[in-house]
């Protein structure tokens, strides 16, 4: 990694920075601030308190996070297709990308920025005294989420990369690699740290109130959320299978119904949300970057940046109600074309018009049924209760209940259910394709750009010219 990204990444910890939701430039900054500066940092609660915000803030304010993960990963997968000419973009699409790029560099210095964030308020409370013991505990163990949380992006991404947990950069400059497994084990430590000291009730608000509160920050059920994706990825399906019902037996989350789905889901602390992001620039904003992206200005071709693949949008019957209210149509020349439109105000005028505020959601209930049924159908033991979580999900959206309970039919129409509840969601469909070894014979036989290198990004060239012990990705 760049001695320039680690230089950002200590020059965080100063309180104005750290505090800040901009996002760093790649650039030569001062080096470290020293323990005098991190003990006022961590002086007091309320000190602590706006230092934790700023990571949350600075997370979802990152590029990377507030559209990236969606639109790169959606390109790189089977679902959506690129119109326009930013070579970026095309690189997404194409599966054909180069170390030098800025893209991939900004997505690998924001993931190790929001991870030098945590790692800073880790080590503050940890060597500080200015804060109480519960503000240390709680503070710490979101912390630690969110490292879990980013290191699974950047895996997932990248494969093999170095495993920071401390924030002094001359020892962080130029370490090598770590092995997926071994990070993948450190996210399960993280995660269930945070799972036993977070408490059930989102932060900020009382008993009283959970069924309608702020799910920008985490609580107990959004790290085993994260620990039952975790377990999945990992192979280890009873421990899937035990978090995901812990997360559906909670009250705090239930399934939108189909009558308030067109919008519900995608609103702002509706029920299945389980964690969501703030929303863009200032608090008060009601939109998503992401229909700003996906929504064009006008409905014209020329606008069109994005399309749906008409191969993906002809899996859905006609009744899905997926198809109908989460997807756009247009008709140009006889040809229809198709966009995500899960969220639907591209700017804060619409949306303060009608009167709806929607935030980016990151992790949804939907997800844990999926997460369970799939967990289930590969232990095998308990078909019928796989079957009763994939029907959940279907009942909801209106469409063909499954029936079978084969295993081998369940876990592909579990995958078929992800696809199509998922879609342009996060990085859902790009990561299970990969998750589950289908990536090179799906993708291959769609794009002739696509090589089995392509599940991986390039390690940024600007890393590698500066860490001696980095190497790159096999293929580049």
């Not at 100063?14 to 800040?20: Q, V």
């Not at 969606?70 to 326009?84: E, G, H, K, P, W």
């Amino acid at each position: 990694m760049s001695r320039s990204i680690y230089n950002i990444m200590a020059g965080l910890l100063a309180f104005t920075i750290i505090i800040s939701s901009g996002c760093e430039k790649i650039v030569d900054i001062d080096p470290p601030l020293n323990q005098v500066t991190t003990n006022l940092v961590f002086a007091s609660d309320k000190l602590a308190t706006a230092a934790r915000s700023g990571m949350f803030s600075a997370l979802a304010q990152s590029s990377t996070q507030s559209q990236g993960i969606t639109v790169n990963s959606s390109l790189q997968a089977d679902d959506l297709l690129y119109l326009a000419t930013t070579a970026a973009y095309q690189e997404f699409n194409n599966n054909t990308y180069t170390a030098v790029s800025t893209s991939q560099a900004s997505i690998f210095s924001e993931w190790y920025a929001n991870i030098y964030r945590a790692n800073a308020i880790i080590e503050g409370l940890q060597n500080t005294s200015g804060t109480t013991e519960a503000i240390r505990k709680q503070y710490t163990a979101e912390a630690k989420f969110v490292r879990a949380y980013c290191y699974f992006h950047l895996v997932n991404t990248f494969g093999d990369v170095p495993l920071v947990l401390i924030t002094d950069p001359a020892i962080t400059a130029f370490l090598p690699k770590t092995a997926t497994a071994a990070i993948y084990a450190q996210m399960i430590a993280d995660l269930t740290a945070a799972k036993s000291d977070l408490g059930v009730v989102y932060p900020g608000v009382t008993a009283t109130t959970t069924s309608s509160n702020d799910r920008t920050l985490v609580n107990k059920f959004v790290a085993t959320a994260l620990l039952a994706r975790v377990y999945m990825f990992t192979g280890n399906y009873a421990e899937a299978e035990s978090n995901a019902s812990e997360v559906i037996a909670s009250s705090l989350y239930s399934l939108i119904p189909a009558a308030t789905m067109a919008n519900g889901v995608f609103a702002k602390d509706n029920a299945e949300s389980i964690w969501q992001m703030s929303p863009p620039s200032i608090n008060t904003n009601q939109y998503t970057l992401e229909a700003g992206i996906f929504i064009p200005t006008a409905f014209n071709l020329i606008n069109f940046n994005y399309r749906l693949d008409p191969r993906f949008t002809a899996l859905f019957s006609d009744t899905d109600l997926r198809r109908i209210n989460w997807m756009n149509n247009t008709t140009f020349s006889g040809e229809i074309y198709t966009i995500p439109y899960k969220y639907k105000y591209r700017t804060q005028a619409l949306a303060l018009a009608a009167n709806v505020t929607e935030s980016l959601i990151v992790m949804r209930l939907a997800e844990q049924y999926l997460i369970r049924a799939e967990a289930r159908a590969r232990i095998g033991t308990n078909l019928s209760g796989a079957l009763a979580d994939l029907n959940a999900i279907q009942t909801r959206a209106e469409a063909t209940l499954t029936t079978s309970t084969d295993a081998t039919s369940l876990i592909a129409d579990i995958a078929l259910e992800n696809r199509k509840e998922f879609f342009c969601e996060q990085a859902y469909r790009w990561y299970n394709l990969k998750r589950t070894g289908q990536a090179d014979a799906v993708l291959g036989a769609l794009k002739s750009t696509y090589t089995p290198k392509s599940k991986l990004l390039p390690i940024p060239q600007a890393a590698l010219d500066a860490n001696y012990n980095l190497t790159q990705n096999p293929g580049y």
